[in-house]
């Protein structure tokens, strides 16, 4: 007898006979159906017990998260919603559930309570959707890099560089916390922890890999990267997946086409692979929204808002023209935003970005060139000495999802900026180096991960696109 | 015109009009050839100046580790070395290399200062050939898991538990570290670091793994781990990558098959995808051996050892087997061994792996049923009360590669053993879950991914097959 995957059952185009499939108890309805789920895919296989011939005791034993070996035949199913069921010759209960302390009842369960229950949640049907679309969206990138020839690189998660720039790092430490060894004028010395200095958990491996693009031509990075800040909010988790692409030679223009070619590839995978998975979730964002005044609802619907992105080009605007859109914008005018744009230069918020994309533009766009003063020291300056070469891809619903930029390639330029930071040149020898010997144009961008996952799945919390989320006061599990 | 990557230009089968081609000057001889190489392979591409018709000043500037930009026509090369060269029209210097300062000069450089140069040192054909392998190899683990469905599971990096049992542990704070907050007792008050809690770094994602395959049915994880140990060996580092497969329903058999196949799997694709760079490592050790006496020699070259663990199946032996092999050995009885095999129940040093590998079977080895005693405690104990379930893979030149086990899915065993070994039952509130509700049997197994790397490029220091090492007193970059 051989063993079958629930996909393969379901998936089948003839009857089988016996057939061995193991899985979860999600339902047991009349004593006789069992509702049955490997996790192999969200749908269950029926699995139907004759009852009258196994003993009221094992019948007793199929509740809810049991663990079951069934033996019967594949059949055409007689009732309505499913072309197959097995018909059970044998029945095992591999692990009982107790049905009355299972956490994970067939009833609806709010999301603040799966969260406390995430070792158990991705039992569910909408978990289990998410994590395997998150799946299927991470071999997606590594696909599309690799077919083009770039090399993936491990860019270290312990960093004694403090200088990458992007925000509240994590000490990482081998040192006592109680009374650690001090140095003769009282400090903590780091001469005496595990690496002999200070370390923290990367908030980016772009200084690394652009010296491997600096060498390999064309590289990526998908990996954690950390930051210490205190925001408790749906968009933020304090560990979290990036990936950050890196490439010799090419200018800002290049990278945008590659990061909005990268997009739409990584989507229109999904969408193709995971069909089953994000035909639910779209109906559950349907379900969801249901409740909410209509103002509130999405336009679209998820699969509509995925094919979408997949149908139009990113819009290019400059920081300069989003200033005089946003401005001159109603809300702007009636005070209606938080922060008031009245001039260039100012940061723009969550909600100036959702303006532009979700009212303005309604698409997806790409900002560019914004002034140096709010961005990162290792940006191209343009010739205008005011603005760089960044870019930010704003996405409705999910605000910034890509940021990236051409990089600094003159030698002098980067010294001149990392001194005005008050930054020790000493700490960036190695990345001063690629641009001492045999520099030139480069550009990458990194796109946060879990950002990705959210958009694709319609879910609103990026708490729920992590298996194990990582926030202020939360590291469980 | 079109820029072409070298790889392109090399493969053509024809000559090519008007190309462009961008990389870094590795040589460059007789005021008239360069070699040119982008990192998109190893070889370089030959770009021949026409050295009467260019200024003396900037045939000065083409010099070792320069970036240009070459226009010309990709044209059979009458030299010896190469079919196709580009005979140049237009040559820009991109980015200046002082030849004096460049570190990677066109000799041989030890290992250790390449080391102190790992930013730089991917310029080089070694490392060049190792990172793309090890690119390469990362893509074969994920596509083998994906089209064989299952889920990739980010596991956490920040974790709240101290109990995944497999090494010393890096702590990770937001608390300062001068004077940390204090509870009343005196004690440095986690409360109120990050996540409210003490965290660290894992050193492994198994536990939670776990959780997912008990709902999604087969899973992996790939992503870095931790040790805090202080060795200061060739075959440790700080921070490592790891891939940890986790399965439902399978047993130790089924996990053994899955390992064996899956590491034949991913062998064989880097041997098909990297010839070019695997040739150029083969002939790399074969020259580092030359100066060492015979018996340090391999007996197999690179290529050939890679084959044979292609065409052989793993030999499988239980611990006791080799526990009797080893205590009739020659150097056990010679007392060559540093620790002699005197009795059942020794936990197995390098020397004696190295010894069954190399010297008795002369193939890879998968040991099993280890005892308990030196086991860690989430493995099926056997029925014979002193053994448990495990298993762990042994390399030729690598020692072990793989640990791995059926898990112990017996509730109340599992509770005995924690309860033993005086772990809080609460802080695995959460994995024992797994255990109450629908509990099965299932296995996994963790890879060490550089051990990996190490076997099949063929290096001997586990530094040289990751970009940035992370080892006792080193962090740098």
């Given amino acids: 007898m ?39 895919i969200l749908h269950n296989i029926q699995c139907v017990v004759d009852f009258e011939n196994t003993p009221a005791e094992t019948l007793k034993r199929i509740t809810t998260g049991a663990a079951v070996a069934v033996k019967g035949n594949l059949a055409e199913s007689q009732g309505a919603g499913q072309k197959y069921e097995v018909k059970v010759t044998e029945l095992q209960i591999l692990g009982d559930s107790d049905a009355e302390k299972f956490p994970m009842q067939p009833k609806k369960h709010s999301l603040e309570f799966l969260r406390e229950n995430a070792h158990l949640r991705v039992r569910t049907n909408v978990f289990g959707a998410v994590m395997r679309v998150r799946s299927v969206l991470s071999f997606a990138i590594h696909q599309y890099f690799q077919e083009r020839g770039f090399v993936y690189v491990n860019t ?47 908030v ?189 891809i704003l996405f409705p619903g999910i605000g910034e999802i890509v940021g990236g930029s051409e990089r600094e390639e003159r030698l002098d330029v980067l010294q001149e900026k990392i001194a005005e930071l008050g930054i020790d040149e000493k700490e960036l020898w190695w990345y001063l180096d690629t641009r001492r010997f045999g520099t030139a144009t480069h550009a990458g961008f990194g796109l946060g991960f879990e950002r990705l996952v959210l958009f694709v799945t319609g879910m609103t919390n990026i708490r729920d696109v992590i298996p194990f989320p990582r926030t202020p006061q939360n590291a469980e599990f």
Same sequence: chains 1, 2.
């Fill in 204 to 392: 980016s491996g772009q200084l690394e890999g652009e010296t491997f693009a600096m060498a390999l031509g064309q590289i990526y990075t998908f990996g954690p990267t950390f930051r210490a800040e205190n925001s408790n909010t749906s968009r933020h988790l304090a560990e979290f997946w990036m990936v950050e692409p890196e490439v010799a030679f090419n200018d800002l223009d290049a990278n945008m086409d590659l990061a909005e070619d990268f997009i739409q590839y990584v989507i229109k995978y999904a969408v193709e692979r995971c069909a089953d998975d994000l035909k639910f979730l779209d109906q559950r964002l349907f379900d969801e929204e249901k409740s909410k005044p209509q103002a509130e609802r999405s336009e679209l619907g998820l699969l509509e808002k995925l094919n979408f992105v997949l149908e139009n080009n990113f819009k290019r605007v400059s920081y300069t023209e989003a200033i005089d859109i946003l401005k001159n914008s109603k809300p702007n005018k009636n005070k209606k935003f938080s922060y008031i744009i009245d001039e260039w230069g100012a940061d723009l918020q969550s909600e100036h970005e959702r303006y532009l994309v979700e009212k303005h533009f309604k698409c997806p766009v790409i900002l560019f060139d914004y002034p140096a003063k709010i961005k990162a020291f290792y940006m191209r300056l343009n010739d205008d000495k005011k603005t760089v070469r960044a870019m930010d």
């Fill in 156 to 202: 270290p998660i312990i960093t004694g560089s403090d200088a990458e720039g992007a925000g509240e790092m994590f000490r990482v430490t081998a040192l006592p916390a109680q009374n650690p060894p001090l140095t003769e004028d009282g400090k903590v010395d780091y001469k005496q922890d595990f690496f002999g200095k200070e370390t923290n958990l990367t």
């Fill in 2 to 40: 051989k063993t079958y995957k629930v996909k393969d059952l379901l998936n089948s185009t003839k009857p089988i006979d016996d057939v061995i499939v193991k899985g979860w108890v999600r339902t047991f309805r009349n004593n006789q159906f069992i509702a049955l789920n490997d996790g192999s």
